[in-house]
């Protein structure tokens, strides 16, 4: 089956800065790359994602980067705020859609 | 957009009692739905994918005369953890998926605390 491998598990940067979570995956077939925002004790909600037709996305302080040669990709977060502070989850999945998670990234923005 | 509704959000029980959680979608059916759990600070484990009609589909591991999942309908699906003990404290989350668009049939419901004391 396939396996999603995230990185960091822990990242806290300053008010500003840019934060780059990153996930590799296994299976070559999997082609819908979600990311997910969960904020303590909610419900993850879709930040966004990517379809393996393209190599990148980008949704105003949100991007997310995809090489299906390699086999990973990459949430960016730029201008992070303090309200960005949540688990970040990524995910992988085939056309089956049900997708396998990322172990999950806290990510600590200091005013 | 699609809306999952899960009820309830916290639960106490006393050990050896059965809880049932419900999942509903709102305003879309949902063929299929998706019951998670997430242990604090951990990624969400899928514990068993279930059909309206049919049998649910349960990941390794997961006991399913634990764990009873019942799809009903479209729209409603269900979560019974059977004599509940300390170790299956937890925060259970199910997703709904279906519709036009069934890559991206992935909406969560908003989860449900539940302790066993």
């Known amino acids: 089956g396939e396996n999603v491998e995230q990185h960091p598990s822990t990242l806290s940067v300053q008010e500003g800065d840019s934060a780059v979570i990153k996930c590799t995956y296994s299976?070559?077939?999997?082609?819908?790359f979600p990311w997910y925002k969960q904020e303590l004790g909610k419900r993850p909600q879709l930040i966004i994602d990517?379809?393996?037709?393209?190599g990148e996305k980008k949704d105003q302080r949100i991007a997310v980067t995809l090489n299906k040669t390699a086999k990973h990709f990459s949430l960016h977060i730029t201008e992070t705020q303090p309200e960005d502070s949540a688990v970040y989850f990524c995910?992988?999945?085939?056309?089956?859609?049900?997708?396998?998670f990322g172990r999950g990234t806290s990510l600590i923005v200091h005013p | 957009g699609a809306v999952v509704s899960q009820h309830p959000s916290r639960v106490i029980c006393k050990s050896g009692t059965s809880v049932k959680i419900e999942c509903r979608s709102l305003?879309?059916?949902?063929?299929?739905m998706f019951w998670y759990r997430q242990f604090p600070k951990q990624s969400l484990m899928l514990m068993a994918t279930?059909?309206?009609?049919?049998?649910?589909?349960?990941e390794q591991g997961v006991e399913k005369d634990k764990f009873l999942i019942n799809h009903a309908s479209l729209t409603l699906s269900t979560l019974t953890v059977t004599s509940a003990h300390p170790e299956d404290s937890s925060f259970y989350i199910c997703?709904?998926?279906?519709?036009?668009?069934?890559?991206?049939?992935?909406?969560f419901g908003s989860g449900t605390r539940l302790t066993v004391v």
């Open positions: 299976d070559s077939a999997s082609n819908y």
């Open positions: 995910a992988a999945s085939t056309g089956s859609y049900i997708p396998t």
């Open positions: 997703s709904a998926g279906g519709g036009i668009d069934r890559v991206r049939g992935y909406t």
């Open positions: 305003d879309f059916q949902a063929t299929t």
């Open positions: 990517i379809r393996s037709n393209v």
């Open positions: 279930s059909n309206e009609g049919s049998k649910a589909t349960y």
